[in-house]
């Protein structure tokens, strides 16, 4: 969204039928829309590992941003406060954080190419892999977590967008060694939590 107000209106919006646990402005600012017990409806349809509905089991966490910037050094900061909370409070750790591009593969793309996964990783609260064997990569990608939506027409496409979102977005072109490679990483490293 272009503004912090814009979200709110948005996230508070019955009728928009969307809403998050929180919400962080580009100058830092965190709003708590939803209590973290509750459910938020957040994730839409999609899927983590063996987690099928994603609001149920998750803290939602809304970034202002349109995602085409980088998201400002306030915002980050204020991410990582209230990411090592939640973290501690309800005993998810770095693999547990995602985004909605991880959970709703061909669906989502937030919080898009410009978010820095690997700054999060480097102070415990995400996770980002050392390259491992090349495998398969839609079994090695399922195993991380990732998975095409029933009916998806080309399941191969669609993982390999999230996962480049995630890991390399400025990759082109098929599948690679690289993809394979960080993929199993991930999977060997990460599995993705079952339910």
Request: with cysteine; proline share 7%.
């Amino acid at each position: 969204m272009e503004s912090a107000a814009g979200a709110l209106e948005r996230l508070c919006d019955p009728a928009a039928e969307v809403s998050a646990h929180y919400l962080i402005g580009a100058d830092g600012h965190v709003w708590q829309l939803v209590d973290e017990a509750r459910r938020a409806w957040h994730a839409g349809a999609g899927a983590w590992g063996g987690i099928g509905d994603v609001n149920s089991a998750s803290i939602g966490i809304e970034l202002q941003n349109r995602g085409d910037h980088p998201f400002a050094a306030p915002q980050m900061a204020a991410l990582e406060r209230l990411l090592r909370g939640v973290m501690d409070r309800w005993g998810i750790g770095p693999a547990g954080v995602i985004g909605h591009s991880d959970s709703a593969v061909g669906r989502k793309r937030d919080p898009g190419a410009r978010f820095d996964w690997r700054a999060l990783a480097r102070v415990g609260l995400a996770v980002w892999p050392e390259a491992a064997e090349p495998g398969a990569f839609l079994a090695d990608a399922a195993r991380a977590g990732w998975r095409a939506p029933a009916g998806c027409d080309a399941p191969e496409a669609a993982v390999l967008s999230a996962v480049r979102l995630r890991l390399r977005p400025w990759a082109r072109g098929p599948v690679d060694a690289v993809d394979r490679a960080l993929v199993a990483g991930m999977a060997a490293r990460w599995p993705a939590p079952e339910r």
